[in-house]
């Protein structure tokens, strides 16, 4: 069964929902082409690099450990 779609669903919805401010980051320039988080600040808030959470993103769950889930989902506020 391939859940990649709703797994980039699921994190796009939820990340956008979050504001720099509300996750004590510094709303850097003016205008945001995204709502909410971008993926360079959840991967910075979940301790990631930006490619590894761009790959979870893209529903690549393969080899996912514990602790960076709970790190994602903390950063995510879930």
């Keep these: 069964m391939d859940?990649?779609?709703?797994i980039r669903d699921f994190l796009t919805s939820r990340r956008a929902k979050i504001t720099p401010g509300q996750a004590g980051l510094p709303?850097?320039?003016?205008?945001?082409?995204?709502?909410?988080?971008?993926?360079?600040?959840?991967?910075?808030?979940?301790g990631v690099s930006v490619d590894y959470y761009i790959r979870l993103e893209r529903g690549d769950l393969k080899g996912v450990s514990d602790s960076v889930l709970e790190a994602v989902a903390d950063a995510l506020r879930l």
């Design 3 to 6: 859940n990649r779609n709703e």
């Design 27 to 46: 709303a850097y320039g003016g205008r945001r082409r995204v709502p909410g988080l971008r993926r360079e600040e959840v991967a910075l808030l979940a």
